[in-house]
């Protein structure tokens, strides 16, 4: 348990910059998935039971799930982070200004008020939230600076696997190979935080020439592709190859997601190659660039050096199910509405990636999609023929339409197997025995 000294929020009047070691350790030995008591109805798609992204076709977890795990698992109630932090030498009255002393008696009293509770979800609650606007400006920003010193607060490795552990086959494929490498690394040094396992010179070192590597053999399959052009053409594409090594090569670029911004370098290159066959090839090439959404190495290099807290959620948070709107809703004059016949579950990794791009377009990149979404769709129908979704049954025919419309009928679901009669029958039986 340590008070993470790698992206944690420095309070400058709090002069001790100490890692924070406590003699003991807790442990639970038993350790169990977060989960609600079962529903009779459900009215909302990301609720329903193994529920499966419609693009990638994973099995996705609630974000109230991700939510209720980290808090209650994760974070350190706001009572036990405050005693750690104070013994670690923080909050020493002598060296703390006014303003300071009154934001730590609030968080202190109400800490005590709420034992058990984690910060965020004390200051969440609405008497709460307004008295904290009792204060001045500065006590305020005193209050939230002592919240996230409190969020920084974290357990070693080898409690953060067995917390983690049962949610590991849900974890997409990237963040499980994380997941896995931590997993043997804590069985080595138990002690050891996620943040020091994953920053360790080796691991960080191998990691970033594996991804290195990964970068330079999707520009050398581009430059290949590039080649068949027309010699202006192939000049072009080379520019920008050449500008995209240079952006991938600067250590401290401020340009916050380099693939992203190398990926629309690319699609506004095919405004300047109108017609050419090529660059389509050339896209989904510069779509195989790692990430740290799909890409084990890439997830170890932009997150390997944060507050163990935030990896834990990193690791979990890619696979939360989303409502996709497959008509987009800020799309330039074609909003898409904010209704169910125009929503589909995707995980927020999908749901990230598609951002405003047609189903048309987006499946050359997600070839499986029509499967998926197929699959996601017989899910959603066995929930309306047993009873349990309600509200929903127009939905089927719904989305075909949506989705078919969106994809350029490249995307053409079945919903044969929807039974209205069974999912009313059912749904009375349910409401028979309520």
């Given at each position: 348990?340590?008070?993470?000294?790698?992206?944690?929020?420095?309070?400058?009047?709090?002069?001790?910059?100490?890692?924070?070691?406590?003699?003991?350790?807790?442990?639970?030995?038993?350790?169990?998935?977060?989960?609600?008591?079962?529903?009779?109805?459900?009215?909302?798609?990301?609720?329903?039971?193994?529920?499966?992204c419609a693009c990638c076709g994973?099995?996705?977890?609630?974000?109230?799930?991700?939510?209720?795990?980290?808090?209650?698992?994760?974070?350190?109630?706001?009572?036990?982070?405050?005693?750690?932090?104070?013994?670690?030498?923080?909050?020493?009255?002598?060296?703390?200004?006014?303003?300071?002393?009154?934001?730590?008696?609030?968080?202190?009293?109400?800490?005590k008020l709420y034992e058990h509770?984690?910060?965020?979800?004390?200051?969440?609650?609405?008497?709460?939230?307004?008295?904290?606007?009792?204060?001045?400006?500065?006590?305020?920003?005193?209050?939230?600076?002592?919240?996230?010193?409190?969020?920084?607060?974290?357990?070693?490795?080898?409690?953060?696997?067995?917390?983690?552990?049962?949610?590991?086959?849900?974890?997409?494929?990237?963040?499980?190979?994380?997941?896995?490498?931590?997993?043997?690394?804590?069985?080595?040094?138990?002690?050891?935080?996620?943040?020091?396992?994953?920053?360790?010179?080796?691991?960080?070192?191998?990691?970033?020439?594996?991804?290195?590597?990964?970068?330079?053999?999707?520009?050398?399959?581009?430059?290949?592709?590039?080649?068949?052009?027309?010699?202006?053409?192939?000049?072009?594409?080379?520019?920008?190859?050449?500008?995209?090594?240079?952006?991938?090569?600067?250590?401290?670029?401020?340009?916050?997601?380099?693939?992203?911004?190398?990926?629309?370098?690319?699609?506004?290159?095919?405004?300047?190659?109108?017609?050419?066959?090529?660059?389509?090839?050339?896209?989904?090439?510069?779509?195989?660039?790692?990430?740290?959404?799909?890409?084990?190495?890439?997830?170890?290099?932009?997150?390997?050096?944060?507050?163990?807290?935030?990896?834990?959620?990193?690791?979990?948070?890619?696979?939360?199910?989303?409502?996709?709107?497959?008509?987009?809703?800020?799309?330039?004059?074609?909003?898409?509405?904010?209704?169910?016949?125009?929503?589909?579950?995707?995980?927020?990794?999908?749901?990230?990636?598609?951002?405003?791009?047609?189903?048309?377009?987006?499946?050359?990149?997600?070839?499986?999609?029509?499967?998926?979404?197929?699959?996601?769709?017989?899910?959603?129908?066995?929930?309306?023929?047993?009873?349990?979704?309600?509200?929903?049954?127009?939905?089927?025919?719904?989305?075909?339409?949506?989705?078919?419309?969106?994809?350029?009928?490249?995307?053409?679901?079945?919903?044969?197997?929807?039974n209205i009669l069974d999912a009313?029958?059912?749904?009375?039986?349910?409401?028979?025995?309520?």
């Amino acid at each position: 348990m340590k008070i993470n000294a790698i992206n944690s929020y420095t309070i400058n009047s709090y002069k001790t910059q100490k890692t924070i070691q406590p003699n003991k350790v807790l442990y639970t030995n038993n350790i169990d998935t977060v989960c609600f008591k079962s529903k009779k109805y459900i009215t909302d798609l990301r609720q329903i039971p193994n529920i499966t992204c419609a693009c990638c076709g994973c099995e996705t977890i609630q974000n109230t799930t991700i939510d209720k795990l980290l808090h209650s698992k994760i974070y350190y109630p706001a009572d036990e982070a405050l005693s750690i932090l104070k013994k670690a030498g923080y909050f020493k009255r002598k060296e703390m200004s006014y303003t300071e002393q009154q934001a730590y008696n609030f968080c202190y009293t109400y800490s005590k008020l709420y034992e058990h509770e984690y910060i965020k979800d004390i200051f969440d609650k609405e008497h709460v939230k307004n008295l904290i606007k009792t204060f001045d400006k500065q006590t305020q920003n005193d209050i939230r600076k002592i919240e996230l010193m409190t969020s920084s607060v974290y357990h070693n490795s080898k409690y953060m696997v067995e917390v983690l552990r049962p949610y590991k086959n849900i974890m997409h494929s990237a963040q499980k190979e994380v997941f896995e490498l931590l997993e043997k690394e804590s069985k080595k040094t138990p002690e050891k935080t996620f943040t020091e396992i994953l920053s360790s010179p080796s691991i960080r070192k191998n990691n970033l020439y594996k991804l290195e590597k990964k970068q330079e053999m999707v520009f050398a399959e581009v430059e290949k592709i590039a080649s068949k052009m027309d010699p202006k053409s192939y000049k072009i594409v080379l520019r920008r190859i050449r500008k995209a090594k240079i952006i991938f090569d600067k250590p401290n670029s401020e340009i916050q997601n380099k693939r992203t911004y190398v990926i629309d370098m690319f699609k506004k290159l095919e405004e300047q190659l109108p017609d050419n066959p090529l660059m389509l090839q050339i896209l989904s090439k510069i779509y195989e660039l790692p990430s740290s959404k799909n890409d084990a190495n890439s997830f170890i290099i932009k997150y390997g050096t944060n507050n163990p807290n935030v990896i834990a959620e990193r690791l979990l948070r890619d696979s939360a199910a989303t409502i996709e709107h497959v008509k987009p809703k800020n799309r330039k004059n074609d909003n898409g509405e904010n209704k169910i016949s125009n929503y589909v579950v995707f995980c927020n990794s999908c749901n990230s990636e598609r951002s405003q791009m047609p189903y048309s377009e987006f499946i050359k990149f997600h070839p499986d999609m029509p499967e998926n979404s197929q699959k996601y769709l017989d899910i959603v129908i066995e929930n309306i023929n047993n009873g349990t979704l309600e509200g929903f049954d127009k939905y089927p025919h719904q989305i075909q339409k949506a989705i078919e419309d969106e994809s350029d009928s490249k995307i053409i679901l079945n919903f044969k197997t929807l039974n209205i009669l069974d999912a009313i029958k059912n749904r009375t039986s349910k409401k028979a025995h309520s």
